[in-house]
């Protein structure tokens, strides 16, 4: 078990390159046991909960490669990397990890940045 609820934007460049061919932006939000955390994880902590979110959506995403923090404070982390899908193609990816007013924690990506 994880401690995130997650929510994921789908990229529609990813979509297009797995095949999907959509280009509209979707949202799909999975709960998940959630233990008390103060402090959001880090660039490279949260790749595979984005890689889980993603394919989830159908989008195969291989790897995150490069994450670089874009912003970082206690409650949120916002990263953006070079995200490797199965069909070989790379886009840049922008993802976060953000504690809500409820004190959940959220994932996020996106193909624009989300700060």
């Keep these: 078990m994880n ?5 994921a934007i789908t990229l529609a460049a990813m979509l297009s390159a797995c ?13 998940a046991a959630t233990t008390p955390s103060v402090e959001a994880g880090t660039c490279e902590s949260i790749r595979p909960d984005v890689i889980r979110i993603a394919a989830g959506n159908g989008v195969n995403i291989v790897k995150i490669y490069d994450p670089k923090v874009v912003k970082s404070e206690p409650k ?5 990397g ?14 976060r990890d953000s504690q809500d007013a ?3 924690w959220l ?3 996106a ?5």
Excluded: F, H, M, W
């Design 111 to 115: 193909e624009e940045p989300l700060d």
């Design 102 to 104: 409820d004190g959940d």
């Design 82 to 95: 070079r995200a490797l899908v199965s069909s070989g193609q790379e886009a840049v990816i922008y993802y």
């Design 3 to 7: 401690k995130y609820s997650y929510v």
């Design 107 to 109: 994932v996020q990506y």
């Design 76 to 80: 949120k982390i916002s990263c953006s």
């Design 19 to 31: 095949g999907d061919g959509g280009s509209s932006t979707n949202t799909e939000t999975v709960s």
